[in-house]
């Protein structure tokens, strides 16, 4: 069964903390991407990266940093959380030819609370 | 810029048949997608158009008309299951830009 998982489905963090937020897939995935999703907002494109070590800003890359040291892995780096960064952070990946399919696999998404 | 235009609630009762509609205005369009998702569940892949027409997939069904910047997701016989959020989404050379969302209630 393929799978996307996200290492935190809730977390509450504290104004100024750093936060990492991992996602692994097992498909061999080349494209893998974060979004952030808020009421009345859908889903909003953070950072996607198409190869190892390789990032592109989605729309809303402030205040956001992303790592992909290995090709399973994909992290989201708040550098020092504000309380508007509070949000479902979902993660995803797909196969490069993905604009033939349309197809994202997503996490189960990671709740952050920011105090 | 890319926007998504979608209702952002419809309701319908068990057995009908409803249309999210989605108008868009993007650049480097290469389809249109749509997907489910459940309350506090991930969003999970329906349905992909291509091309102009008609997309079957059991009780769901996609349509695209690129001339007119619109597409459609039609679901049949209604159950209550079918209750979630609805996204279409444009699909781009190698990122998707999602709509805001639809939420269908399904009555009994």
């Not at chain 2, 910047?69 to 979630?84: I, N, P, R, T, V």
Request: hydrophobic fraction near 30%; charge should be negative; glycine fraction near 10%.
């Amino acid at each position: 069964d393929v799978k996307v998982t996200q290492s935190s489905r809730y977390l509450v963090k504290r104004t100024g903390e750093k936060v990492f937020l991992e996602c692994v897939q097992d498909m061999d995935h080349e494209n893998m991407f974060w979004y952030r999703q808020d009421p009345g907002l859908g889903l909003r494109l953070i950072y996607f990266s198409y190869d190892v070590k390789m990032k592109e800003k989605g729309d809303i890359p402030e205040g956001y940093s992303v790592s992909r040291e290995k090709k399973e892995r994909f992290s989201l780096i708040l550098e020092s959380a504000s309380t508007n960064q509070t949000s479902m952070y979902l993660c995803a990946s797909s196969h490069t030819d993905s604009s033939n399919t349309g197809e994202l696999f997503f996490g189960e998404g990671s709740r952050l609370t920011v105090l | 810029g890319q926007s998504l235009e979608q209702p952002s609630e419809v309701t319908a009762g068990e057995g009908a048949i409803v249309q999210i509609n989605c108008t868009y205005q993007t650049s480097g369009f290469y389809g249109l997608s749509w997907y489910q998702q459940h309350d506090g569940g991930a969003p999970t892949f329906l349905s992909y158009n291509a091309l102009d027409g008609l997309e079957e997939t059991g009780r769901f069904s996609s349509f695209l008309s690129r001339s007119d910047s619109y597409g459609y997701l039609l679901l049949q016989e209604l159950q209550m299951k079918d209750s979630a959020s609805y996204f279409c989404a444009s699909t781009g050379y190698s990122t998707l830009t999602f709509g805001k969302g639809t939420m269908l209630l399904v009555s009994p």
